[in-house]
């Protein structure tokens, strides 16, 4: 009977809104699963590249990020594990440019987009959650080793307070944690991270 | 009866389609996302979790409603850190040299940092023996230690840890997560540092929702924070034979001075940004915010003064009465610099609800975040109490 009543109702529907209510249920499906208990914070991963490149990959939970950045709420119809299209990835630099930097010694190093993507992860006591993955390149780091490098970083932080983030430096197979810092300015500034001696180890 | 056909199956389609592609994305993302493509490496494979996922149990340690044995006669009954230490003396003479090898550890503040509000089998650092562990005469024991340490007014003290140990056995009875180890065995307790009326030590005990951190030196309390308390479900439940409510009245009692303020005190106090959990939780011992956010309790009238500190005491009387008098009087004797901040509803019942106190000494939050642990719709919280001056009894290594 109530199955009559449905697919009368059904029909009647015409084809655009049951094609709308056929990619809600689908979308249902996925994020049913997508829990929302407070998600991880940034993880930004510096590595060495040839010719004296620096090559920066950060990623954090898309959800967090558009509540920080809802102009980017257009992030979340992309499809998973497809690369950004260069017009999002240009916006998605823009936000990030507007929240983070890195200095080589004094001199600012220029962070250039090369791609992003986002991915359904798991984490065991979170469960599934949609995390973006953006890589950004320094292509000339003015320093030959040792390095100096320093980092200014409030994305996503400066509206969710509770979001932190933590950063490493990939040597090779070593990865070495150089930070774990959270929300906190300085005479309305965000705090500039040091990493010149770990770099060295 | 073929277009009926036609779209159940598009249906069942849809949800599969859905299902599956998203557990496929699951497991390669898991693969790809190793150390090198932006995160860290994954602590759910180390030794330290395989060691953990082998001693954790799933039996209720029904501390509610074991006996403290005769045997803890012999400590007098006067309350105090003399009795507390004849207390710990008894139970660590009647355990075997490998649970006391488990129980009874070196302090240092290291060791001290190694809580979380997370489940035991999704936090393997946690040092101490799992409660499960110990035999119903020591567990008896345990429990006189702790209603030795903490308050023994209803809801708060000693009755939230039993609570939230209840809660723990009722997400057991939900939750296909087995691995995260939700059952009341797998609450730990560890002394970090030799217990005596010399030197420096600390009662750690602690579990999923629960960190109970008191550090005494030379015979007396000097730090009992980080204390944080969390529940899920919130909500009034049953479980090992009683009705658990450990965190409402923390919740209702910042609400009801959230409720009491005017418009322009609201607007004030109304913190910028969101909060999606509190920001001293676990292992984020430098989160607490160099300047003062809010409204100043200078601007508070004396009926929501009273309303602020009752809700302070739903945090300070988790510990026995004498020493939560003390912490009291502190708090009380620096309202004129405290403030207070919140973000979201004053009714604190929504997501991202948050309310926090902020003073010279004293940093109280609660937060509200959707359940994790019953798959249940709706929120629970997140709290933390700590004191800016002697957090970790103010030890520094």
């Given at each position: 009977m109530i199955f009559n009543r449905f697919m009368f109702v059904w029909a009647t529907l015409n084809k655009t809104i049951r094609v709308g209510l056929f990619a809600l249920l689908c979308l249902f499906s996925i994020s049913s699963t997508v829990n929302a208990h407070a998600l991880p914070g940034s993880v930004i991963t510096l590595s060495e590249q040839q010719y004296g490149a620096l090559k920066v990959e950060i990623s954090f939970p898309l959800e967090d990020l558009i509540i920080a950045a809802p102009e980017l709420e257009v992030l979340a119809k992309v499809d998973v594990e497809q690369k950004i299209p260069p017009k999002l990835l240009k916006q998605l630099s823009q936000y990030l440019q507007a929240h983070m930097f890195m200095l080589s010694g004094t001199e600012k190093l220029k962070l250039l987009p090369q791609q992003a993507e986002i991915d359904v992860v798991y984490n065991q006591h979170l469960g599934h959650f949609r995390s973006l993955a953006v890589e950004l390149l320094?292509?000339?780091?003015?320093?030959?080793?040792?390095f100096s490098l320093s980092l200014s970083y409030d994305v996503i932080m400066h509206e969710i307070r509770n979001h932190r983030a933590e950063v490493y430096w990939k040597k090779g197979n070593k990865t070495i944690k150089l930070s774990n810092f959270g929300f906190k300015k300085v005479e309305g500034k965000p705090v500039i991270h040091h990493f010149t001696n770990d770099l060295n180890r | 009866m073929s277009r009926k056909k036609t779209t159940l199956s598009v249906l069942i389609g849809a949800l599969l389609t859905g299902v599956l592609s998203s557990s496929n994305a699951y497991s390669q993302s898991d693969q790809e996302h190793g150390p090198g493509a932006g995160h860290p490496p994954s602590p759910e494979n180390s030794a330290e979790n395989a060691a953990i996922q082998a001693r954790l149990g799933d039996t209720s340690t029904l501390m509610g409603t074991i006996a403290i044995p005769e045997s803890v006669e012999s400590c007098g009954e006067q309350p105090g850190v003399t009795r507390l230490l004849c207390l710990i003396d008894l139970l660590k003479t009647s355990v075997s040299d490998d649970v006391l090898a488990l129980m009874q550890l070196d302090y240092s503040v290291a060791e001290a940092k190694k809580w979380s509000n997370l489940p035991a089998g999704a936090f393997p650092s946690r040092p101490g023996v799992f409660l499960g562990e110990l035999k119903v005469e020591q567990r008896g024991v345990v429990k006189a230690i702790l209603m030795e340490a903490t308050g023994l007014k209803e809801n708060e003290g000693f009755d939230e840890l039993l609570q939230t140990l209840n809660a723990d056995d009722y997400i057991g009875t939900v939750?296909?997560?087995?691995?995260?180890?939700?059952?009341?065995?797998n609450s730990k307790l560890a002394f970090l540092g030799t217990p005596s009326k010399t030197g420096v030590w600390e009662l750690y005990y602690g579990g999923h929702h629960l960190a109970l951190s008191n550090t005494y030196k030379d015979g007396e309390l000097i730090g009992a924070t980080p204390s944080f308390r969390g529940i899920e479900p919130f909500h009034a439940f049953e479980m090992n034979s009683r009705t658990n409510i450990p965190m409402l009245q923390e919740r209702d009692t910042f609400a009801a001075l959230l409720n009491s303020l005017t418009p322009a005190q609201l607007e004030e106090a109304k913190l910028e940004g969101t909060y999606r959990?509190?920001?001293?939780?676990?292992?984020?011992?430098?989160?607490?915010?160099e300047q003062q956010e809010g409204m100043?309790?200078?601007?508070?009238s004396d009926t929501q003064k009273v309303l602020l500190l009752k809700a302070i005491a739903t945090y300070v009387e988790d510990l026995n009465a004498a020493d939560a008098k003390k912490y009291m009087d502190k708090y009380r004797s620096q309202l004129s610099e405290t403030v207070i901040g919140y973000s979201g509803?004053?009714?604190?019942?929504?997501?991202d609800d948050y309310v926090r106190v902020d003073g010279p000494s004293l940093w109280i939050e609660f937060s509200l975040q959707s359940n994790k642990s019953t798959n249940e719709k709706g929120n629970h919280p997140h709290s933390v109490w700590r004191d800016k001056t002697d957090d970790y009894g103010g030890q520094q290594e």
């Open positions: 320094a292509e000339k780091v003015p320093q030959e080793p040792p | 939750s296909d997560d087995y691995k995260a180890g939700y059952s009341s065995f959990d509190i920001l001293a939780g676990p292992q984020a011992d430098d989160a607490i915010p100043s309790v200078e601007k508070l509803t004053t009714d604190l019942n929504s997501e």
